[in-house]
């Protein structure tokens, strides 16, 4: 029977956890919109700078003889 009742009130805890994670959720969503979480705005395009014209190296298996 312990064991039973020991089931019961770790759901009971869990559940009780589960239901104040959900509120506080819900109250953190009420004030408004989340603060921005990240350096810069991924919705914002970023101007394309014109990268020097790239030569492909004639051997490039010289970089790894050294």
């Given at each position: 029977?312990?064991?039973?009742?020991?089931?019961?009130?770790?759901?009971?805890?869990?559940?009780?956890?589960r239901e104040n994670?959900?509120?506080?959720?819900?109250?953190?969503?009420?004030?408004?919109?989340?603060?921005?979480?990240?350096?810069?705005?991924?919705?914002?395009?970023?101007e394309k700078t014109?990268?020097?014209?790239?030569?492909?190296?004639?051997?490039?298996?010289?970089?790894?003889?050294?």
């Amino acid at each position: 029977m312990r064991i039973r009742g020991w089931k019961n009130a770790k759901l009971a805890q869990q559940l009780e956890e589960r239901e104040n994670k959900i509120k506080h959720h819900l109250e953190i969503a009420a004030k408004g919109p989340l603060r921005q979480t990240f350096s810069q705005n991924p919705l914002h395009q970023r101007e394309k700078t014109p990268d020097s014209p790239k030569k492909p190296k004639d051997k490039p298996w010289q970089d790894t003889i050294g």
